[in-house]
Nanobody, 116 residues
Framework: VQLQASGGGLAQPGGSLRLSCLVS????????MRWHRQAPGKQRELVAQ???????TYADSVKGRFTTSRDNAKNTVFLQMDSLKPEDTAVYYC???????????WGQGTQVTVSS
């Protein structure tokens, strides 16, 4: 199983970035997908998750600014990040698993830095 996250980089406050996570080795369309982030010195935070039926939920800290979506034909999940703030700076990870083990599989992480 592989999860390959990409799309991170440097953005200015108020700017946008779009993360992608390409998944292989599992039946993507039946998996819930999650985005987490971890900033230096802080605990990992669940940012967004999307169910197989496209139902999405978000952390309060990103609600209204971030949008997650999925393309089952391409085995890819996305995280559109708008109105970025410096406090969004973190390494972002995509993750999937099963109902019994939701933290089973992880991507390598992609760095997002929001700074002027």
């Amino acid at each position: 199983v592989q999860l390959q996250a990409s799309g991170g980089g440097l953005a200015q406050p108020g700017g946008s970035l779009r993360l992608s996570c390409l998944v292989s080795g599992v039946t993507f369309k039946i998996r819930a997908m999650r985005w987490h982030r971890q900033a230096p010195g802080k605990q990992r935070e669940l940012v967004a998750q999307i169910a197989p039926n496209d139902y999405a939920t978000y952390a309060d800290s990103v609600k209204g600014r971030f949008t997650t979506s999925r393309d089952n034909a391409k085995n890819t999940v996305f995280l559109q990040m708008d109105s970025l703030k410096p406090e969004d700076t973190a390494v972002y990870y995509c993750n999937t698993g099963s109902s019994l083990d939701p933290n089973r599989y992880w991507g390598q992480g992609t760095q997002v830095t929001v700074s002027s």
